[in-house]
């Protein structure tokens, strides 16, 4: 019998809304899973699927069913799957990347999350907005059994974002890592990667609004700083809080403001890891009087999602989830664009 699917697809132009439409779910192909969704998360990055911009192309790929931080159940497997150790009724993540090339030069240095020829699910080919989905099984992700599925969802993009970048600081406990833009989806993940995975000691930076002081320090942060109230003493107060400065600074927010301050308050030899790219620069004066290290940091691997799942399943991390209607898809977007969300947003597909 033919399963119906309830998918929210992209049809028009950029910044058009999603429409709910049932149609009949997909028979997997070669290679391919069909997944019944459980949860999707709803990220930044689908912000682009829908409005464009950042990594969204030029023209934009329609119908499309956006999403990329999904949780499921293999119903169907299909043909060539065999040697994928997957098999039907087992539950999987869905997350950024569908497809890579294996050729390029960042393929070949097993480092897959910089492919520039990667498929990306909800942008490229249809992601997790929907209750059923097909998807390649090289790219599906193990969930183990004893993790909370609603919490798995976020930590597939967002807490593996955080995660890597902080582990390609490789930091040394005890330090001190200043996490700008701590209150989000990527932030509050970061916060408790950095104490509870890296040792480290946590200046979170957020503003707007006194509740994300709240929430960072219910994260774990040691110290805040409000971007807004701090103006133009913030380096001075950040440099007090850490006594002499920050020696790890993860600018999650694309602010050219917090790129402009990060040297400022950066100790000698520090290192900074962009996440928040945009189209953001950073000032060179204080990379050459400190001698700092500036590197930029996108999602993570396949090992780096089963090593952050590892963490969530270990209990070192708790992602603040807020569930929200299927039916309120663009209104959830709309929020994540605002800033107007503290954690993550996640969806329950199947009913
Ligand atoms: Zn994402
Ligand atoms: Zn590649």
Known sequence: MATRNTAAVLTGPYKEPYT?????????????????????????????SRDGGGPAPATPVRPIVGGHEGIGKIMKLGVRTGNSNFSVG??????????????????????????????????????????????????????????????ACPILCAGVTSYTALAAMAPSPGKWCVIVGAAGGLGHLAIQFAKNCFGLKVLAIDGGNPAKERFCREMGCDEYVDFNLAGSSLAQRVCE??????????????????????????????????????????????????????????????????????????????????????????????????????????????T
């Open 90 to 151: 087992d539950t999987v993540g869905i997350a950024w990347r569908a497809a890579t090339c294996h050729a390029c030069d960042a393929c070949l240095a097993a480092a897959e999350n910089r492919c520039r020829k990667q498929e990306v699910t909800g942008l490229h080919r249809n992601g997790t907005f929907q209750t059923y989905v097909t998807f390649p099984v090289d790219n599906l992700i193990p969930i183990p059994s004893n993790v909370d599925r609603t919490a």
């Open 241 to 350: 809080l850490t006594h002499g400065g920050a020696d790890y600074v993860l600018v999650l927010a694309p602010s050219q403001a917090a790129y402009n301050a990060a040297g400022d308050y950066a100790r000698f030899r520090a290192q900074i890891m962009a996440v928040g790219v945009g189209a953001c620069s950073m000032p060179l004066r204080p990379l050459l009087q400190k001698d700092l290290t500036v590197r930029a940091s996108e999602t993570g691997t396949r090992e780096d999602i089963l090593k952050a799942l590892n963490c969530l399943a270990e209990g070192k991390v708790s992602p603040c989830v807020e569930m929200v209607d299927f039916h309120s898809l663009d209104r959830a977007i709309d929020r994540v664009t605002q800033g107007d969300v503290q954690g993550r947003l996640v969806m329950e597909m199947a």
């Open 20 to 48: 709910i439409r049932e149609q009949l779910a997909g028979d997997p192909g070669l290679n391919e899973a069909l997944i019944q969704i459980e949860f999707a998360g709803i990220c930044h990055g689908d912000v682009y």
